[in-house]
């Protein structure tokens, strides 16, 4: 119910306060400010009024109301404030303005005087900057048409603020109507702001900074004293308290913005940088963006300036730049942008990875009201800065009042190597800041409830030259297999972590997903009971407990992510290393509840994994070796190399790629019949198409989950891109592309489209660099698509016995089985979590670099209760030189590892290491590095033949361990 409002005089309410109930005049002059009737019994507030500073948020003067709200009594007070705004327009235009300014400024007369269409910000500017009426009238008029029904944008409410003292009475009525549908803003909008609290998710700011510009133009106004109760469907004024409560120290608004970046924890995480995201980076670029529109707009509103506490926003561009990957990174000039930007590491990929920048909509303003140097490097790059088209033409007006021409940009090169982000847990690694560094990321942290944040504590991801180690699939839903990709992507067993199987453990389950699940020995996602920390659910999962950065040298992280395994570990460390150039060793410590679970150490990989071995098991999509040293993963831009050092008595089970049921030509009248391979487990199936005449349709009939005798139609009509490249040259018979480096007649049977749909051809084979088949004189071959038409089917099939079609020639049919997503539960039973790959429900292609291959390590023999892996990934150009990596013998409850001429000393136990002796492999000058040291403690080293030995205590070379439990030394071995 909206509160009963009364018109009061405020009299000499100045410093002292205003008087008691006899001092207060009758209701009903027109003059007063409205006060609630549930107001204190000691009046209107204190009636405070503060003069002008000269601009910011002291310019003009402040009302306090009798509800605690202090509101500027000038407009503009929502989109700027009135001294910014007369700066804003000296620089647009007349003597004192400056380009780019005016630039900008010209653009948008121009376009409003030759086609009279610019947005309702710029066309508010050019009047409030140049004084003639026409823009005025131009304005108005489109309100004028404009249907209350109409969208809303939150550009017209803030140029309705602009043009407060302009508007009369009836346009602000004209734009109520148009705000009086409900949930108008966002969900419960209008109940939120008629009641006691708001209620915002970390979505919401989209929605709220709308409804406080609303709510801050209108309140406390002569015009707002003239709307009929009924009429004012939204509480403005009652709107404006629980904005300030949400934004207050004990708000939930400020309290997720400060947790997420790192402000003072409710947890034991070691301090760090600020910086962090609500959900994942699409998002932060996209609605969760407009977090720092409700800081700048409450500002404006009341000059309380909350924003400095706001740590997410403030430190959203630091944020950003550590987290861009390397090998997305250009500075080619591209079609729609003068600078490419970068993708950033995909720490929760929900197919946002695209997203190369913060939002546009709001950099500017976060650069200025910061000050941030680092924000200002993306809006000075900003692709959308000089162009002209419709989208963004129209965001030149933020440019017009928040664009800080005397802020000076910081490159991300500034930023160190090495930086841990305390708030959500994530430790970024890299060698430098050229576009093919080695770049790496260990997640180790809480995450507040309704994140993203899945079953990944002491997950990495690692990157050159291209996506090599990243998390398995993504966010793909909208039909039954690909929602149970989807909560497969939730879980432990699509990350790069530990797998531990306790056989009693409950099944994890989804309030929103309903399908099949599996004990795939993760982490207790589901499980956890939330802590009472108003809604933030600071559960303990993983803390990084350690950070020690030497730049140019090596980075040191540690996760203890024992709590998000539950009960059924009693602990679990993983230890990181970083060796610049390129090298990123692991341990792992874990100790199960009981010594029968099975642990799995788990990783996802772009490249397929090779061993120099044959296999001793292979299987539909699996490989397995035992006792197995090195995999090697090589690609044309990178070789990668996973050493597994410790267990050296192990079992390691690749699982990925497909595998053929049948290949085989298919015309009409012709079914295949023979040849055709049963299904390892039920399976839905891709059914490719190759062939001049491939649109069309495909029978599969036998023996599915669905049932015996089942029959099912696949339309090969969706056209699967694998490759598209540009510049190349082409005759009739051949088509080179000098980039690539193809496999021999790896593309043989695809179609390449060129020069468009309309030119069309198959290819009959290929060599390294290019691709034979018929293709028309004379073509203009500045790009290329390789594809073939596919469909998925929806049954799962056991037995396939008959594939025919009625309008297809095809010169292959192929119909294979995916294992991308491949896994075992804890009986061991194969699971498959493939989503469908034709695009028809999601957009998922088959896209290789969300982790299509899984690689799994485990002791042999019976589990013992501790286990401690240690392995060694090493990324390096393919003319480099492989890296030397061995394990390094070591005594006294230690784990080594020798990489080039680097010693690095590890403790097997969560004990700090007194003493350990590792034995090198060779004369030389070692680079020794000590980890899990007594903090401070006092040690030293010696040397004795092959082997270092570490003591506590002085004799030998003297090293004293750091704050994080770290030394680093360089000893001589003799011949």
Request: with cysteine; proline share 6%; hydrophobic share 40%.
């Amino acid at each position: 119910m909206r509160h009963i409002r009364i018109r009061l005089v405020l009299l000499a309410c100045v410093a002292a306060g205003c008087g008691d109930d006899d001092d207060r005049p009758d209701a009903g002059d027109a003059d007063a400010p409205d006060v609630d009737v549930d107001a204190p019994e000691d009046g209107p507030g204190d009636g405070d009024t503060e003069g002008d500073d000269g601009g910011g948020e002291e310019c003009g003067t402040f009302t306090t109301w009798p509800d605690g709200t202090r509101l500027r009594d000038q407009h503009p007070r929502v989109v700027i404030d009135p001294c910014r705004l007369a700066e804003a327009l000296a620089r647009m235009t007349g003597p004192a303005a400056r380009d780019p300014y005016r630039r900008w400024f010209d653009e948008v007369r121009v376009r409003q005087d030759a086609s009279g269409d610019v947005d309702w910000m710029n066309l508010a500017l050019l009047y409030r900057a140049t004084g003639e009426a026409r823009y005025l009238e131009a304005w108005a008029a489109r309100l004028e048409a404009t249907a209350a029904a109409d969208d809303l944008p939150a550009a017209l409410l803030f140029a309705v603020d602009l043009l407060w003292d302009e508007l009369t009475d009836a346009h602000k009525t004209r734009v109520l109507e148009m705000a009086s549908t409900e949930d108008r803003f966002y969900w419960h909008a209008r109940q939120q702001s008629q009641g006691a609290e708001a209620n915002w998710g970390y979505h919401s700011a989209h929605g709220v900074y709308p409804a406080l510009a609303f709510a801050a133009a209108f309140a406390h106004t002569d015009y707002w004293l003239t709307v009929p109760d009924d009429d004012a469907w939204f509480d403005a004024e009652n709107y404006l308290v629980l904005v300030r409560e949400e934004l207050g120290e004990t708000g939930h608004f400020f309290r997720i913005e400060n947790r997420v970046a790192g402000g003072p924890p409710l947890d034991g995480a070691l301090p760090g940088s600020f910086g962090g995201m609500y959900d994942n980076l699409g998002y932060d670029s996209g609605e969760e963006s407009a977090s720092v529109a409700v800081w700048f707009e409450w500002l404006n509103a009341t000059g309380d300036r909350v924003f400095e506490e706001a740590l997410h926003d403030r430190w959203r561009g630091t944020f950003w730049q550590t987290l861009r990957l390397p090998h997305t990174c250009s500075t080619e000039p591209a079609w729609n942008a003068p600078e490419a930007g970068c993708a950033h590491a995909r720490i929760w990929n929900t197919q946002t990875d695209w997203m190369t920048e913060p939002n546009v909509e709001w950099s500017a303003l976060t650069a200025m009201l910061y000050g941030d140097g680092r924000m200002q490097h993306y809006v000075n790059r900003n692709a959308q800065l000089e162009r002209t088209d419709r989208e963004t033409f129209d965001g030149l007006w933020r440019m017009l009042l928040w664009y800080d021409d005397g802020l000076a940009e910081e490159p991300p090169e500034t930023n160190p190597t090495a930086t841990y982000f305390a708030g959500p847990g994530l430790v970024a690694l890299r060698d430098d800041w050229s576009t093919d560094a080695t770049f790496a990321v260990l997640l180790g942290g809480d995450h507040y409830h309704g994140g993203r944040r899945y079953e990944d504590a002491g997950s990495f991801l690692l990157d050159r030259a291209g996506f090599r180690f990243p998390h398995a699939g993504a966010r793909i839903r909208n039909n039954a297999d690909n929602d149970l990709h989807n909560w497969f992507v939730r879980r432990s067993a699509s990350k790069n972590t530990l797998k531990v199987f306790d056989p009693a453990e409950p099944i994890p389950e989804d309030a929103w997903y309903d399908g099949p699940a599996y004990n795939l020995g993760g982490q207790l996602y589901d499980s956890v009971t939330l802590d009472p920390t108003g809604g933030l659910a600071y559960t303990p999962r993983a803390d990084v407990v350690r950070f020690e950065h030497v730049p140019g040298d090596w980075s040191y992280a540690v996760v203890d992510a024992a709590a998000a395994y539950g009960s059924k570990v009693r602990s679990f460390q993983r230890e990181a290393v970083f060796l610049r150039p390129g090298t990123l060793l692991l341990l792992d410590r874990v100790e199960s509840a009981d010594p029968a679970f099975r642990k799995v150490w788990t990783a996802h990989a772009v490249d397929r994994p090779e061993a120099a071995a044959s296999p001793a098991e292979s299987a539909a999509g699996m490989r397995a070796w035992d006792d197995l040293g090195l995999l090697t993963l090589a690609a044309p831009d990178n070789v990668s190399r996973l050493h597994v050092l410790r267990p050296a008595a192990n079992r390691v089970v690749v699982r990925g790629g497909g595998t053929e049921l049948v290949r085989a030509p298919l015309r009409a009248g012709e079914p295949v019949t023979s040849g055709i391979a049963p299904c390892d487990v039920p399976r839905w199936v891709e059914v490719f198409g190759a062939g001049d005449d491939a649109v069309g349709s495909v029978t599969l009939s036998g023996e599915a989950l669905e049932g015996a005798g089942s029959t099912e139609t696949v339309e090969l009509s969706a056209r699967r891109d694998s490759l598209t490249s540009v510049r190349t040259s082409a005759d009739t018979t051949s088509l080179t592309d000098d980039t690539q480096h193809w496999a021999p007649d790896q593309w043989r049977n695809y179609m390449v489209a060129y020069r468009g749909p309309d030119h069309v051809a198959r290819i009959t084979g290929n060599d390294e660099h290019t691709l034979f088949g018929d293709f028309a004189a004379g073509a203009d071959y500045w790009q290329y698509v390789i594809f073939r038409r596919l469909g998925n089917s929806y049954l799962h099939w056991r037995r396939i016995e008959s594939i025919s079609t009625a309008d297809l020639d095809l010169a292959e049919v192929i119909v294979s089985t995916p294992h991308d997503f491949d896994t075992t539960d804890v009986a061991g039973t194969v699971v498959s979590f493939s989503p469908h790959t034709d695009g028809r429900d999601d957009q998922y292609t088959k896209r290789p670099d969300y982790g299509q291959w899984t690689i799994e390590v485990e002791p042999a023999g019976t589990p013992a209760a501790a286990a401690v892996f240690l392995h060694a990934l090493t990324l390096r150009d393919p003319a480099d030189a492989a890296p030397d990596v061995a394990p390094a013998p070591c005594a006294a409850a230690c784990s080594a590892a020798v990489v080039d001429d680097r010693l690095v000393v590890f403790a097997d136990g969560a004990e700090p290491l007194s003493a350990a002796t590792a034995a090198v492999p060779r004369a030389g000058t070692w680079n020794v590095l000590l980890v899990d040291l007594r903090p401070g403690a006092e040690y030293h080293l010696e040397v004795a033949g092959r082997d270092v030995v570490l003591a506590e205590g002085s004799g030998g070379t003297p090293v004293s361990a750091s704050a994080m439990g770290t030394a680093a030394a360089v000893v001589t071995v003799a011949d």
